[in-house]
Nanobody, 126 residues
Framework: QVQLVESGGGLVQAGASLRLSCAAS????????MGWFRQAPGKEREFVAALAWGGGSTNYADSVKGRFTISRDDAKNTVNLRMNSLKPEDTAVYYCAARRSLRQSSSSSPDDYDYWGQGTQVTVSS
């Protein structure tokens, strides 16, 4: 069973930075496509960023381009999300997602991921 555990959330002021991490309990993490999604109160879950296995492809939501950076460390079975210049509208629960695949993909669709973490809260005050 694949388990994903997010960490690094918190309460920050607008303009600050945070680094989220997602640790995966798998043996072949290097073959998993990884993504980050978020869900704000009263809103649907939305795509934030994705990174294909092998690191060859990244994808970002327009709302976070230039501010957020997704990266992975296959030796540590982790995927990270560096968030700079945070805005109040970035407030949400952030979820890590994964799918093992032969095909490299940085999909923005939640349907393309099989495993999800429990989420970590990010709150940005104005």
């Amino acid at each position: 069973q694949v388990q994903l555990v997010e960490s690094g959330g918190g309460l920050v002021q607008a303009g600050a930075s945070l680094r989220l991490s997602c640790a995966a309990s798998v043996r072949t993490f290097s073959t998993y496509n990884m993504g980050w999604f978020r869900q704000a109160p009263g809103k649907e879950r939305e795509f934030v960023a994705a990174l294909a296995w092998g690191g060859g492809s990244t994808n970002y939501a327009d709302s976070v381009k230039g501010r957020f950076t997704i990266s992975r460390d296959d030796a540590k079975n982790t995927v990270n999300l560096r968030m700079n210049s945070l805005k109040p509208e970035d407030t949400a629960v952030y979820y890590c997602a994964a799918r093992r695949s032969l095909r490299q993909s940085s999909s923005s669709s939640p349907d393309d991921y099989d495993y999800w973490g429990q989420g970590t809260q990010v709150t940005v005050s104005s």
